[in-house]
């Protein structure tokens, strides 16, 4: 079985940093791109950014300049760098990750979810 784990959120003012992590677990033959999406209360879930196994990376524009995504291959973990934040980056942030197990099933997975408040 394979586990994605986030941790890093919570509550910050306006202007400030913080700093999301998301940790995979399990089986894993191999751990393709990787991503980091959110979903604000009565939206639709959206995607942040996302980064290849390579390291290739895509911003949505509305963090474009403020988050940066990066991942430890050898510790199969993903972060996110997230600064100047605002008012609607309030959301609960998920990560994906795409992920073969040795069977060479490959499939995407979803963390649980860690919530992020931006709040004076």
């Known amino acids: 079985q394979v586990q994605l784990v986030e941790s890093g959120g919570g509550l910050v003012q306006p202007g400030g940093s913080l700093r999301l992590s998301c940790a995979a677990s399990?089986?894993?033959?191999?751990?393709?791109?990787m991503a980091w999406y959110r979903q604000a209360p009565g939206k639709q879930r959206e995607l942040v950014a996302v980064?290849?196994?390579?390291?290739?990376?895509d911003y949505a524009t509305s963090v474009k300049g403020r988050c940066i995504i990066s991942r430890d291959n050898a510790k199969n973990t993903m972060y996110l760098q997230m600064n100047s934040l605002k008012l609607e980056d309030t959301a609960v942030y998920y990560c994906?990750?795409?992920?073969?197990?040795?069977?060479?099933?490959?499939?995407?997975?979803w963390g649980q979810g860690t919530q992020v408040t931006v709040s004076s």
């Open positions: 980064i290849s196994s390579g390291g290739s990376t």
């Open positions: 994906n990750a795409n992920i073969m197990d040795p069977s060479y099933w490959r499939r995407d997975y």
């Open positions: 399990g089986t894993i033959f191999n751990i393709y791109a």
